[in-house]
């Protein structure tokens, strides 16, 4: 079905590569609409709130880029069109935090269950994609520390930012 797209083959990847970009993007794409409700939600209450999750998730969404920039760079993507489509999958976030914050009331039931779908598809993309792809370049050691170490930097981030409320 990829053969009639000829700006997926243009990737010059292989159908499984492609796949892979599209995977990515749109799981990218897709869970930024939560994100997207729980910024407005999170305004909605307290301030500090929101400009916390805010914060965070703008913080989120570098690596969020980065991830994007890994399987189209590597596919002869230009930086300025992976750049643009960096933002792409994040411009859910500003579309769906502006109606999240004016009909708060009918949105905050749906907001774990979009979360938790949010959280679910970037754990499985980070550890079925983006760790088994870095483990065919790099050893299971380096791999293992890099994890840890982001992993660490975002929970003590979130640790310090929670004072802020």
């Not at 869970?31 to 997207?36: A, D, I, L, M, T």
């Not at 969020?64 to 890994?70: C, M, N, Q, R, T």
């Not at 792409?88 to 907001?111: D, G």
Request: hydrophobic share 60%.
């Amino acid at each position: 079905c990829l053969e009639n797209h000829e700006e997926v083959l243009a990737l010059e990847a292989t159908k499984y590569d492609a796949r892979k970009v599209l995977l990515v993007m749109f799981v990218m794409t897709l869970h930024s609409f939560s994100e997207g409700i729980g910024i407005g939600v999170s305004f909605s209450g307290d301030g500090g709130l929101g400009v916390l999750i805010a914060l965070s998730l703008a913080m989120h969404n570098v690596p969020e880029g980065l991830a994007v920039a890994l399987v189209l760079v590597p596919r002869g993507v230009s930086v300025l069109d992976t750049f643009l489509w960096a933002v792409f999958t994040s411009l859910p976030q500003p579309l769906m935090a502006v109606p999240a914050f004016l009909f708060v009331e009918h949105f905050e039931p749906l907001l774990p269950l979009g979360l938790g779908f949010a959280a679910g598809a970037m754990c499985w993309v980070a550890a079925f994609e983006l760790l088994l792809g870095a483990l065919k370049e790099i050893p299971l050691l380096l791999a293992s520390c890099a994890t840890l170490v982001a992993f660490g930097i975002m929970g003590l981030l979130q640790w310090e930012l929670s004072g802020v409320i």
